[in-house]
């Protein structure tokens, strides 16, 4: 399945039905009066928050939609029955933006939420709302009010508790297979990662959503490699990790770190001041002295605590995980959101664990 994160919608709600000219006519009743019932509402065009999904890969081939018109009323009162909503899944973390690709109309951030986002129109007055003492049989109804009808853009931002960071190859889609259930295309070349790939760590019987976002290069805040479109899955998270390539030399070392940082900060949005973890990783590749250079090199440049690890061999990653769940469930609190999920071992039993085990597949080859 292929990822997709922005989708454009072309939507009609259903128009009113109208309403009805009808006289009572019963036996016996010789001046019955008006009866004729209002038309029914519109459909309604519904966006709903799932969390099955995790892609907009389902509006790439059908991006129009027409809910069902509002039925005609009818003598006897009758009000015509409400025409039909159409409701359309999306994944959690679904922002709906105006045809200007710019104005946000809602953001859909709770599995389970609904937001209308086209209304139906109201149903037309049957003649029965015109008697008066004056108009005893009146023959005036009005028609339905139309839907409302739009362009809209949906905007996918992952929603997950980690994202990682850092420069192509820097080891983070072998991390996240280490420690996911997730199968990431992994290989020794530039942008092996296209597109952000999801997966479900547990540690200590807690769960959390780690993101593996494609490499970062030097100007993907102005839309150089992938960076640029693909760092605003990282706004969400709480934590970022930091994964540096520890096989380069100590000054590219540090110039790789520099270099992402800067782009982080460049690219705004609240991402340079999340909370950050710092991880010198393939260290499988460096004896004991060359892993302490290096991390000296990098503590001097962040100013913060460097973790060492291997992704490959595993070397330091339960420590890497630990950290993160004190981070995240620290800033969990801070903003009010609920505690990390944790599973008893009962719980845990047949409990799928991972999202997804591969969000795309590119047809793209080295």
């Known amino acids: 399945m292929k990822f997709l994160d922005q989708a454009k919608l072309y939507i009609k709600a259903g128009d009113g039905g109208p309403g009805s000219v009808s006289f009572r006519r019963e036996k016996f009743i010789e001046f019955g009066g008006p009866d004729g019932g209002d038309g029914g509402r519109g459909g309604h065009v519904i966006l709903e928050a799932t969390h099955n999904l995790n892609t907009l890969i389902d509006f790439r081939y059908q991006q129009h939609f027409r809910a069902k018109k509002g039925v005609h009323g009818s003598g006897q009162n009758k009000t015509g029955a409400y025409g039909e909503d159409i409701v359309l899944l999306v994944p959690v973390g679904t922002q709906v933006f ?11 951030t709770k599995p389970g939420e609904r937001y209308i986002i086209a209304e139906g129109g109201n149903g037309g007055l049957g003649n029965a709302h015109f008697k008066s003492a004056t108009n005893r049989a009146p023959r005036k109804s009005t028609d339905g009010k139309p839907g409302e009808e ?8 992952l929603i997950a508790d980690v994202g990682i960071v850092g420069q192509p190859n820097a080891g983070k889609s072998t991390f996240l297979a280490t420690v996911s259930g997730a199968r990431p295309k992994i290989g020794n070349y530039p942008f092996t990662t296209l597109n952000p790939q999801l997966g479900v760590a547990a540690v200590d019987d807690v769960e959390f959503v780690i993101a593996d976002l494609p490499g970062l290069i030097e100007g993907a805040h102005e839309g150089v490699g992938l960076g640029d479109r693909f760092l605003g899955h ?17 000054a590219e070392i540090a110039k790789a770190y520099a270099m992402v940082r ?3 900060s460049a690219y705004g949005h609240g991402l340079d001041h999340k909370v950050e973890i710092i991880g010198l990783n393939k260290t499988d590749l460096m004896n004991p002295g060359e892993i302490e250079r290096k991390r000296r090199v990098l503590t001097e440049i962040s100013g913060d605590v460097v973790m060492t690890l291997s992704g490959e061999q595993g070397e330091g990653v339960m420590e890497i995980l630990r950290t993160l769940i004190t981070e995240i469930t620290q800033c ?9 999920h944790r599973h008893t071992s009962e719980d845990r039993q047949g409990i799928e664990t991972t999202i997804t085990d591969e969000v795309t597949q590119s047809d793209w080859k080295p």
């Open 234 to 250: 990282a706004e969400r998270c709480f934590v970022l990790l930091h994964l540096v390539d520890g096989s380069l030399p100590p």
């Open 262 to 264: 800067n782009e982080i």
């Open 98 to 108: 105006g045809e200007d690709n710019q104005t946000l109309f809602h953001d859909l």
């Open 150 to 157: 739009k362009t809209v853009w949906l905007r996918l931002k």
């Open 332 to 340: 969990r609190l801070r903003s009010g959101q609920p505690a990390l």
